[in-house]
């Protein structure tokens, strides 16, 4: 984070006007519009021929990477923190770990190994968090 340039086409990135609720959407430059459903989808590592192992360590109390992510304006439109949200039917929330858990599922029952790791009460960072837990379950995974 420390080398993170906040430059235009860098962090966090540009948008563009949309005419749909809030009325912007992920543009096409930048660190968090390449997370942008638009321009990132990782289902197709299902059909990969070779499927390398997968580890997933993640925190239960990522505020971010959730399903009740603090950074999904729907999610917050539906809380009430964002006014004029027009309804689940419109804008659901993104279920951000269910849908990472359904690929990796589906990578799974196509051959792969995956192993997941929930480390309780973590949050965005569990190498920094959980540092000892993390390396644990690295070191595991990688044979080491």
Request: glycine share 14%; hydrophobic share 40%.
């Amino acid at each position: 984070m420390l080398t993170t340039s906040t430059e235009p086409g860098n962090y966090p990135g540009d948008g563009t006007a949309s005419e749909n609720w809030p009325g912007f959407g992920a543009g096409s430059v930048g660190v968090l519009n390449t997370m942008a459903p638009g321009h990132f989808n990782v289902s197709g590592i299902v059909d990969l021929a070779r499927k390398p192992p997968i580890l997933w360590i993640h925190g239960t109390a990522d505020a971010i990477v959730s399903d009740a992510s603090f950074f999904d304006l729907n999610h917050l439109g539906a809380l009430g923190v964002i006014p004029g949200w027009p309804g689940e039917d419109v804008a659901p929330a993104q279920p951000m770990v269910s849908q990472t858990r359904d690929v990796l599922d589906a990578y799974a029952a196509a051959g792969g190994t995956v192993t997941e790791v929930e480390l309780e009460g973590a949050g965005h960072s569990p190498h920094l968090e959980r540092p000892e837990e993390f390396r644990a379950a690295l070191r595991k995974h990688i044979g080491a």
